[in-house]
């Protein structure tokens, strides 16, 4: 089946070590896609460059390969960079080293996830060995250098590319290492909103000897802080933990204590389920401070919206190939911070499944040789199943 000058399927621990062994820390690239193309290449993938660049933010390589044409579509999206490896004498190997010691693969990414890219890789070429490129259908691989930094010229730009280019996805896999404590353990098939709200109150200074000549300004941001935490938001839904707000800071800034303040500033996170979405939060912001009444001004910024992926449509496939692998079910779970998820929800079905992320940006990161054989052979009965159905 294999084109002549191909080579085997693809070994995930020395691809994993290969991608380790080039520090890309965001924004850098350091070489890591080269090592990721050529390995894609070898096994008859097609990769197309996309840098993005933009004013203000650095320059981000990035990477579509994709394999096969036409029928359906699987999609898998990662990321190369790194986050920086900190203090060096916390590590005991050169996380830069790609080193495999007692069983463990070490290095900056070996979870976080350049381990998972190379799991699916190597699953995709032992699929295509098996089955041939003429499958039937269509597999790419979705690699961003710009997930641990700010996002701008990387996931969402290259999103654009593929709609301007007219391709479809069906569905899209994230490798982010979402197993809690061992491999299999939990799939994210959605995440909570989030939205930063920045309240400014003004009154009239004064003496605190006269208050009937001046207006308060920190009386009245206690009240309208107290109205926005009186009662929970909501009590969760099916799938997803109850909302959060948390008042973040409170500012005055007032050093005399014989002043009444003019203004006090407060700044707060939501963190929001599916019953809401960042507009219906901001009408309920809004609602909440003008019953207490006064002047406020009031800022938002959404940096994401909730989204769920219902299980049933690719959840439910990766859990099907997890327990065929390690004999447990995964969890299917909507909690953690943000990933580049959010964006893909906009084009397909999307749920995050990749090794365990105990280690991850942190000193001695390490995933186990053997989850690295068990998550190549899941995404391969992923791979096997998408395209059965
Ligand atoms: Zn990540």
Redesign the pocket.
């Known amino acids: 089946m294999m084109a002549a000058g191909m080579t085997g399927p693809l070994d995930p621990v020395g691809l994993a070590a290969d991608l380790i062994r080039r520090p890309s820390v965001t924004p850098a690239d350091a070489g890591a896609l080269d090592v990721l193309a050529g390995a894609l290449e070898s096994v008859g993938f097609t990769c197309t460059r996309l840098p993005f660049s933009e004013a203000g933010t650095p320059d981000i390589a990035n990477l579509f390969a994709k394999l096969g044409g036409g029928g359906r579509h699987f999609c898998f999206a990662g990321?190369t960079d790194v986050v920086p490896a900190g203090d060096a004498s916390a590590w005991s190997v050169d996380p830069f080293g790609g080193v495999v010691r007692d069983g463990w693969l070490l290095g900056r990414g070996a979870a976080?996830?350049k381990g998972a890219i190379a799991c699916f890789a190597a699953a995709a070429s032992r699929f295509v060995a098996a089955r041939g490129a003429d499958f039937g259908g269509t597999i790419s691989l979705l690699i961003t250098g710009d997930?641990?930094g700010p996002a701008i010229n990387g996931t969402v730009k290259m999103l654009d590319w593929l709609q301007a280019q007219g391709e479809k996805l069906d569905a899209c896999v994230v490798g982010?290492?979402t197993n809690a404590r061992q491999l299999g353990d939990m799939i994210k098939v959605g995440r909570r909103g989030s939205m930063t709200g920045h309240l400014t109150v003004h009154g009239i200074g004064g003496h605190t000897a006269y208050p009937h000549l001046a207006d308060n300004a920190a009386h009245r941001l206690v009240q309208l802080l107290s109205a926005l935490i009186a009662a929970p938001l909501d009590a969760g839904t099916e799938h997803f933990q109850a909302s959060t707000l948390q008042i973040s800071t409170i500012d005055i800034g007032n050093p005399a204590t014989n002043v009444i303040p003019a203004a006090a500033r407060a700044s707060f996170n939501i963190r929001f389920n599916d019953g809401w979405s960042g507009a219906k939060l901001d009408r309920w912001l809004r609602r909440t401070l003008d019953a207490v009444g006064g002047r406020y001004e009031l800022e938002v910024r959404i940096s994401g919206e909730s989204f769920l992926t219902p299980p049933g449509a690719i959840a439910a496939l990766i859990a099907d190939a997890a327990e065929a692998v390690t004999g447990h079910r995964p969890e299917f779970s909507t909690t953690g911070g943000t990933?580049d998820a959010r964006f893909i929800n906009r084009l397909c079905p999307v749920a995050e499944f990749g090794l365990v992320g105990l280690t991850?940006h942190k000193a001695d990161e390490a995933v186990p040789v053997a989850d690295m054989e068990a998550l190549t052979r899941i995404y391969q009965g992923v791979l096997e199943r998408f395209f059965s159905a």
């Open positions: 990321h976080d996830m997930e641990e982010e290492p990933s991850m």
